[in-house]
T-cell receptor, first 116, second 110 residues
Framework: EPEVTQTPSHQVTQMGQEVILRCVPI?????FYWYRQILGQKVEFLVS????????KSEIFDDQFSVERPDGSNFTLKIRSTKLEDSAMYFC??????????????FGEGSRLTVL | GQSLEQPSEVTAVEGAIVQINCTYQ??????LSWYQQHDGGAPTFLSY????GLEETGRFSSFLSRSDSYGYLLLQELQMKDSASYFC???????????FGSGTKLNVKP
């Protein structure tokens, strides 16, 4: 069964360092998302991406964050200068139809980021 | 802004029925989804309601009342494997974005 894959599963970094989280969405999906979840809390929307550009972003997604689809398969989230409060599980998700139908999101297993 | 309210935790016994409520306040509304998340795992889609009424999928049903800004997830014949967190998610002012609630941790006891 097709699935969203994310790497790394866990990354530990020092405050102020840059981090890149990688995702391979399901191949025929057109809409891509990043969400994050601080331990024990809700899943928070960061950004959605369609047709090689950001379609929506939240107030969390400030200038330290960027997303890119560098080739036909990868979708990356870059955090430029990490802060302690960026420690969270980052989930990539993809959707086949986006706004049409149920908009079902298929989530990857997540990348746990720990900022020291 | 968007806000969703769910109970933080619910406990029930195996074989019972449990209802998890979700009330929402959003600037727009297109639909309500439910996701299940086991500890350490990814959220997985359970159901979606765009119109008022009940949607049934096996042991799980989901209900929506748009006039009351309210929905619920009903789990029947509870099994131990149903122990997980359940999130409601609203498709709000943007058709391509879902806002998640804080989640309800369901504990199923023997």
């Amino acid at each position: 069964e097709p699935e969203v894959t994310q790497t790394p599963s866990h990354q530990v970094t020092q405050m102020g360092q840059e981090v890149i989280l990688r995702c391979v969405p399901i191949s025929n999906h057109l809409y891509f998302y990043w969400y994050r979840q601080i331990l024990g809390q809700k899943v928070e929307f960061l950004v959605s991406f369609y047709n090689n550009e950001i379609s929506e972003k939240s107030e969390i997604f400030d200038d330290q964050f960027s997303v890119e689809r560098p080739d036909g398969s990868n979708f990356t989230l870059k955090i430029r200068s990490t802060k302690l409060e960026d420690s969270a599980m980052y989930f990539c998700a993809s959707s086949e139809l986006g706004g049409r139908g149920t908009g079902e999101l298929f989530f990857g297993e997540g990348s746990r980021l720990t900022v020291l | 802004g968007q806000s969703l309210e769910q109970p933080s935790e619910v406990t029930a016994v195996e074989g019972a029925i449990v209802q998890i409520n979700c009330t929402y306040q959003t600037s727009g509304f297109y639909g309500l989804s439910w996701y299940q998340q086991h500890d350490g795992g990814a959220p997985t889609f359970l159901s979606y309601n765009a119109l008022d009424g009940l949607e049934e999928t096996g042991r799980f049903s989901s209900f929506l009342s748009r006039s009351d800004s309210y929905g619920y997830l009903l789990l029947q014949e509870l099994q131990m494997k149903d122990s997980a967190s359940y999130f409601c998610a609203v498709r709000g002012d943007n058709f391509n974005k879902f806002y998640f609630g804080s989640g309800t941790k369901l504990n199923v006891k023997p």
